[in-house]
C-alpha cells in the first residue's frame, strides 16, 4: 500500500500540469479539482507493473490552507475502487504527504 501511495503521489506531481512552487516560495499551491494519470511501479510478488496497470484520478474536493481532502478512484488489475483520503502540503510546498482514510 505505502507503494501505491509513493507511485501516486510521484504522479500527481508529474501529471499536475501545473507550475511548481519552489522552496523559497510561501505561496501555498492551490490543488482543489482533478489530477489523473498512470502508475509504473513494483509489488513484492507480483514483479513490475507497467504504466497502464493502474489509472488514477485524485479528486481533490476541499482544501484550507496546506491541508486538503479528497477521493481516489483507482482502476486496474484489482477492479475499480474508490478511496478517501486527507493530505497535507509540506513546509516545502513541493511535498504531498497522503493518508487513506480506511487504513491511516
Known amino acids: 500500500?505505502?507503494?501505491r501511495w509513493v507511485v501516486i503521489l510521484s504522479?500527481?506531481?508529474v501529471c499536475?500540469?501545473?507550475?511548481?512552487?519552489s522552496a523559497e516560495s510561501s505561496e501555498i499551491p492551490?490543488?482543489?479539482g482533478t489530477w489523473a494519470g498512470n502508475s509504473v511501479g513494483h509489488?513484492?510478488?507480483g514483479g513490475?507493473?507497467?504504466e497502464t496497470t493502474f489509472a488514477y484520478e485524485f479528486v481533490v474536493l476541499e482544501q484550507e490552507r496546506r491541508g486538503f481532502t479528497g477521493i481516489?478512484?483507482?482502476s486496474g488489475i484489482?477492479?475499480?475502487l474508490t478511496y478517501g483520503f486527507s493530505g497535507v502540503i509540506g513546509h516545502d510546498m513541493t511535498t504531498l504527504y497522503v493518508a487513506d482514510h480506511e487504513k491511516g
Not at 499536475?16 to 512552487?21: D, I, K, P, R, T
Open 11 to 13: 504522479l500527481l506531481l
Open 48 to 50: 513490475f507493473i507497467n
Open 72 to 74: 481516489l478512484y483507482e
Open 30 to 32: 492551490f490543488l482543489v
Open 43 to 45: 509489488f513484492a510478488e
Open 1 to 3: 500500500m505505502m507503494l
Open 16 to 21: 499536475s500540469g501545473q507550475s511548481y512552487v
Open 78 to 80: 484489482h477492479g475499480n
